[in-house]
């Protein structure tokens, strides 16, 4: 089991940038990918970014490529998303999620809401024009 903690959301203008942290907790030592979405009031749950257990393996949804980056530090089990640039239509509740892949390789199945088990909580980001 993954427990997963988001921070770093906010209110903030557009054109600035903003870093949400996701912080995990695993009882197991099976690797595990980390995908963000995101869902705006109305919306269905959007892919935004996700990230292999080893970094070797990252996607982004078309309307954040370019303007966001995800990374992961192992040591601090932890991964993040830095979002440069945000516009108003990157408000939404953002959430971070996990997926054990035991070492195997991944594809393009981490940019799918369903093959995740494990959910945070969720962070607002909210930007304002």
């Known amino acids: 089991q993954v427990q997963l903690v988001e921070s770093g959301g906010g209110l903030v203008q557009a054109g600035v940038s903003l870093r949400l942290a996701c912080a995990a907790s695993?009882?197991?030592?099976?690797?595990?990918?980390v995908g963000w979405f995101r869902q705006a009031p109305g919306n269905e749950r959007e892919f935004v970014a996700a990230?292999?257990?080893?970094?070797?393996?990252?996607f982004y949804g078309d309307s954040v490529k370019g303007r966001f980056t995800i990374s992961r530090d192992n040591a601090k089990d932890t991964v993040y998303l830095q979002m440069n640039s945000l516009k108003p239509e990157d408000t939404a509740v953002y959430y971070c999620?996990?997926?054990?892949?035991?070492?195997?390789?991944?594809?393009?199945?981490?940019?799918?809401?369903?093959?995740?088990?494990?959910w945070g909580q969720g962070t607002q980001v909210t930007v304002s024009s």
């Open positions: 990230i292999n257990w080893n970094g070797d393996k990252i």
């Open positions: 999620a996990a997926r054990y892949t035991y070492s195997r390789p991944v594809g393009l199945e981490l940019t799918f809401p369903g093959e995740y088990a494990y």
């Open positions: 695993s009882r197991s030592s099976v690797t595990y990918a």
